[in-house]
T-cell receptor, first 117, second 113 residues
Framework: EPEVTQTPSHQVTQMGQEVILRCVPISNHLYFYWYRQILGQKVEFLVS????????KSEIFDDQFSVERPDGSNFTLKIRSTKLEDSAMYFC???????????????FGQGTRLTVV | GEDVEQSLFLSVREGDSSVINCTYT??????LYWYKQEPGAGLQLLTYIFSNMDMKQDQRLTVLLNKKDKHLSLRIADTQTGDSAIYFC?????????????FGIGTKLQVIP
């Protein structure tokens, strides 16, 4: 069964360092998303991406964050200068389209646990 | 804005039925999801219901939707110890034509052998 895959599963980084979280969405999906879950809190929307540009972002997604689709298969989230409060589980998701019909649900990856020390 | 509320904890005995409840605010939600998260793992889509349905059954899982009250429930029949996990209710909202999933805080299900 097709699935969204994320690497690495766990990343430890020093405060101030740049990190890149990688995702391979399901191959025929066109819409991509990043969410994060701080320990003990809700899963929060960060950004959606379509046609090589951001379609929507939350207030969490500030200038420290960027997303990119560097090739036909990968979708990345970059945090330029990590802060302690960036420690969270980051989930990538993809969907065929954002519409409201059947088959448009988002599929989530297993997540990357980012620990900033 | 969109909000999803659910209780934090539920404890049941193995073999009993579990019912996890959720309320949501966005009346325009088209899909409502249930995700399962085991310790240290990612989000596993368990089931979902389209907003024009009242009920959906999938093996041991039954989802009930009361659109008038914006209430969603997940019933797990014959609950097993392997069902112990956090269960997230989620709704979809469409903003500017793009999908955004809003999650509840998650209900931790503890199954007692």
């Amino acid at each position: 069964e097709p699935e969204v895959t994320q690497t690495p599963s766990h990343q430890v980084t020093q405060m101030g360092q740049e990190v890149i979280l990688r995702c391979v969405p399901i191959s025929n999906h066109l819409y991509f998303y990043w969410y994060r879950q701080i320990l003990g809190q809700k899963v929060e929307f960060l950004v959606s991406f379509y046609n090589n540009e951001i379609s929507e972002k939350s207030e969490i997604f500030d200038d420290q964050f960027s997303v990119e689709r560097p090739d036909g298969s990968n979708f990345t989230l970059k945090i330029r200068s990590t802060k302690l409060e960036d420690s969270a589980m980051y989930f990538c998701a993809s969907s065929t389209n954002p519409g409201q019909g059947s088959g448009t649900e988002a599929f989530f990856g297993q997540g990357t646990r980012l620990t900033v020390v | 804005g969109e909000d999803v509320e659910q209780s934090l904890f539920l404890s049941v005995r193995e073999g009993d039925s579990s019912v996890i409840n959720c309320t949501y605010t966005d009346s325009s939600s088209t899909y409502l999801y249930w995700y399962k998260q085991e310790p240290g793992a990612g989000l596993q889509l368990l089931t979902y219901i389209f907003s024009n349905m009242d009920m959906k059954q999938d093996q041991r899982l039954t989802v009930l939707l009361n659109k008038k009250d914006k209430h969603l429930s997940l019933r797990i029949a014959d609950t097993q110890t392997g069902d112990s996990a956090i269960y997230f209710c989620a709704e979809t909202a469409y903003s500017g034509g793009y999908q955004k999933v809003t999650f509840g805080i998650g209900t931790k299900l503890q199954v007692i052998p």
